[in-house]
């Protein structure tokens, strides 16, 4: 069953240059209880999307068109109050810095039963305002919400959950803050985690283990999980479907693991071929040539068309659309590629 369905999305920010179109037409869709991942270099638009799908664009930015359904019903239609209370509930999210996400006043424990709070009704001990019990009551200690939040610092592999959820965020080392994220993301059981590089700031070593706990809770929560990422290793490990994003569209999609053993848009090939492989350091490394153009106003049709050593005059002037490119809904924006394409 289709979970999020992201149609058409533009999102816009007016600059004195021009209009900036960093989300421009995506469609994308997640499914219950998969992983997706979207991948793709800085700049390419997808925090955009990210925060477009969670109703927080920061200003002046808006969305111009297109449409947000989760389960069906439209995101964009909803006011302000009722995505305040979709976030954290039905929908969480994951960012790359646990530190700007954490407030440093409040210990973690707490911040955990504060979500849990805020959008279950839980049962607690003294119904006074979560304010007050902090300063006043230490936080309601014994109620469920916290129970709740030690059990999820459990199920992150905290070590001492109960001891640990009276630490502040400075207390904890990367990975377990990025765990408690984590933690407070799946407090509420949300149907979909947004989780936008939410491993990069780790060692790869942590970050290997929190993307298997990760999908551990995927698993354990049923939470369908949109994943984005500029690592191909991560989005390759982890994912059941990736999209592949490039100057504020998705160019390629499809199954991750088919996808990854046979690319087939030119920039997903030139990404592939641009990061070096952990299993063969050997491999050859060619990054791809020029750069990342400039979002305002793309005058050519094809976005990857200067960059692209396939190009033809056609690319400059003509739209790809999605061609189906192998099995299970593996399609490529490329005129090219796919029926009507003159390249296998
Ligand atoms: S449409 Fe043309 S420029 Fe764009 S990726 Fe395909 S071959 Fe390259």
Redesign the pocket.
Known sequence: MTLLEIEGLRTQFPTDRGVVHAVDGVDLTVESGEIVGLVGESGSGKSVLAQSVLGIVDAPGQIAGGDVRLDGESLLEKGEAELRELRGGRVSMVFQDPMNSLNPTLTVGEQIAETVRLHQDVDESVSLPAEVKRKILGAARDGEAWRRAIEMLEAVQIPEPAARARDYPHEFSGGMRQRAMIAMALACEPDLLIADEPTTALDVTIQAQILDELRDLKDAFDTSVLFITHDLAVVAELCDRVAVMYAGEIVERGPADELFADPR???TQGLIASTPRLDDPEADVRPIEGYVPDLIDIPYA?H??PR?P???RE?FERD?DFRPVGGDGHEAA???RGPGGDRP
Do not use: D, G, I, W
Request: hydrophobic share 20%.
């Open positions: 848009h030119p920039y094809c990857f068309a692209c396939e190009s033809t690319c790809p490329c005129l090219r």
